[in-house]
């Protein structure tokens, strides 16, 4: 009764305006005020930190944006809508809406002309992204399979399904073993070696496809794992970081990262990604082909991993595809002695291959994990180390990936900048601090964020109440980066996802928002060691300036008007039409 009620207020009442007074829309004074509205809404805009980028839109691009915006109009209505008007239906296929859920959006999303807009976008450059879990899964097992001498270990019998659910495994290579111990039966010995195809095929449910079932669901957050938001953070954090060391011992043996470098490299350039700044946490062990023992420090593993990027750059379908490096990166939870040491070989690594290490940070659950704040006696040494060692290894931060307000998890971000951070990974707590925006705008910071990461971990339940829109409208530099794509749900390499999600759940961003936010991540990609000053002068003159970074952003610049030009080709005739 209440819902008829209420339904029948918005339709027109049979009353004639001038009988009770109703101003008109056309009145002088109404059309004052609507037009004061407008100017303080196109004064707010320019504040955005992609209002320049909006304002010198060449035609072309313009109504590209415009065809996209349509299209976006158009998809919302007719896609993610619940269809028709038959009541509550209560079943979760039915409640269809704009900026739900990444792992429940997915499946429709990849079937929209936005999604195939999207693809074809030049991307720029991928600014965070964890190397560890960026190589696809599926992908992954059938390297690990397929590889000669791999074995699988565990540290009991995965013999129940709490074991096999728990229980903490992993693979490397060995020479045959004279005596092979059933790693799913309950006479398994801790850590005894077995051939990881004999141990797929002797699998108890389902033989190799129940085991390649078993293991990606160990090795990735599932769909229904990230939609139990009512768990909280911590939680998924158990799952999350569980993944990593079956992921490392699979993907650090020589002739599978060989490969998984030349794959990852080639599935970003196809989703428009011409740099990489990876990170890796180097605390994991990396085995030569055919060798049985792990390498002492990690200065092999960077010599393979350089050699792979020059040599998919130098394919031909790799010709397009810029480069990328690394940020060395250690666990923020482990205590001061490992982490001077990891310290030690990552200085040690840059002066062997200085064109490869990008930077430091200290990566992990924020949480959890010491602040920056108790790490500031490592990171002043580690500074002055670099000072005497004659090389330049300046700090790329994780910060602000919390939900805290005021406590120390929170003020990393305040370390962050007084230690003299580029870039901030999410930043996702940075909107609460005024002050503290103010100071990555003055010190030209840009905040690498990961939308999708930041969903499934908990921090917010979809795009449209991610605190993305406020920095972008306080005029924050940020990119958009995938974080962790191959655990975390997306199944594939590529930044995609992140961008599909924004343009079709934030109203403000649009096409040309996605332009500036691309052209943002060339402008701060660590293409070359530089100096302090020398990063802050190439980043005020962007492309107006000499060098690598000024050279690419004109050519991704060229990039984004032939893509504009190609949506005004094949969708400007009528955008509402299939």
């Known amino acids: 009764m209440v819902d008829s009620q209420l339904s029948g207020m918005g339709r027109e009442d049979d009353i004639d305006d001038d009988e009770v007074g109703l101003p008109q829309l056309t009145d002088p004074f109404i059309k004052k005020y609507l037009q004061g509205r407008d100017a303080l809404i196109a004064q707010e805009k320019k504040q955005r930190s992609d209002q320049t980028f909006r304002e010198a839109l060449s035609p072309v691009a313009a109504e590209a944006c415009s065809i996209v915006s349509s299209i976006r109009e158009e998809e919302r209505r007719n896609v993610w809508a619940a269809p028709g008007n038959e009541g509550l239906a209560r079943d979760q296929e039915s409640l269809i809406h704009s900026g739900m859920m990444f792992s429940l959006a997915k499946p429709r999303m990849e079937g929209t002309r936005l999604w195939q807009i999207v693809r074809a976008m030049p991307k720029g450059a991928l600014l965070h992204a964890h190397f560890d879990a ?25 013999c129940s399904p709490r074991a096999l659910e728990l229980t903490q495994f992993s693979f490397r290579f060995a020479k045959s073993q004279s005596n092979v111990s059933n790693l799913w039966s309950t006479d398994y010995k801790q850590h005894d070696l077995m051939p990881v195809l004999e141990a797929a095929e002797n699998f108890p449910s389902g033989g190799r496809l129940g085991f390649i079932k078993w293991l990606k669901g160990r090795c990735t957050i599932t769909n229904e794992e990230s939609l139990r938001h009512h768990h909280g953070p911590n939680d998924i954090w158990k799952k999350f970081k569980s993944t990593f060391s079956v992921l490392g011992s699979m993907i650090f043996y020589e002739p599978i990262f060989r490969a998984s470098v030349r794959r990852v490299c080639q599935q970003l350039l196809e989703d428009g990604v011409r740099w990489v700044d990876f990170r890796a946490a180097f605390v994991f062990e990396y085995r030569r082909e055919s060798t049985e023992e792990p390498e002492q420090g990690y200065d092999e593993v960077i010599r393979v991993f350089g050699e792979e990027v020059e040599r998919f750059k130098a394919s031909e379908e790799g010709r397009r595809f810029w480069g990328a490096r690394m940020i060395w990166t250690t666990i923020r939870i482990m205590g001061r002695r490992e982490i001077v040491q990891s310290m030690k070989q990552c200085i040690a690594v840059k002066k062997a291959y200085p064109h490869l290490i990008a930077g430091f940070d200290l990566v992990g659950q924020e949480d959890l994990g010491r602040p920056l704040k108790d790490l500031t006696p490592e990171l002043f040494w580690f500074r002055k180390r670099c000072v005497e060692e004659g090389v330049e290894i300046p700090f790329f931060f994780h910060a602000g990936e919390t939900l805290g307000d005021g406590d120390e998890v929170d003020s990393n971000i305040v370390d962050a900048l007084l230690l003299g951070t580029r870039r901030i990974g999410h930043g996702f707590s940075l909107y609460k601090h005024p002050l503290l925006i103010d100071m990555v705008k003055a010190k030209k910071i840009l905040v690498e964020s990961c939308p999708i990461s930041n969903e499934v971990l908990r921090l917010t ?28 749900g997306q199944g594939t390499n590529g930044l995609s996802y992140d961008f599909w999600q924004v343009l079709q759940g934030l109203e403000n961003v649009g096409l040309e928002g996605l332009g500036s936010l691309a052209d943002n991540s060339v402008r701060w990609a660590a293409f070359e060691d530089q100096s302090s000053n020398e990063w802050l002068q190439g980043i005020k003159e962007a492309s107006l300036g000499k060098g690598i970074r000024a050279s690419r952003m004109k050519e991704w610049a060229l990039e984004w008007e032939r893509f504009c ?8 005739g009528n955008p509402d039409s299939e």
Request: glycine share 4%.
């Open 565 to 572: 030009q190609w949506i005004v080709d094949e969708f400007g």
């Open 134 to 158: 960026m190589v696809d899964v599926d992908w992954l097992i059938e390297q690990a399979l397929a590889t000669p001498g791999l074995h699988i270990e565990a540290s009991d019998a995965l």
């Open 461 to 488: 339940h979809s795009i449209m109440s991610h605190p993305l829109p406020a920095l972008l409208s306080r005029g924050v530099a940020v990119s958009l980066c995938n974080d962790d794509p191959a655990i975390l």
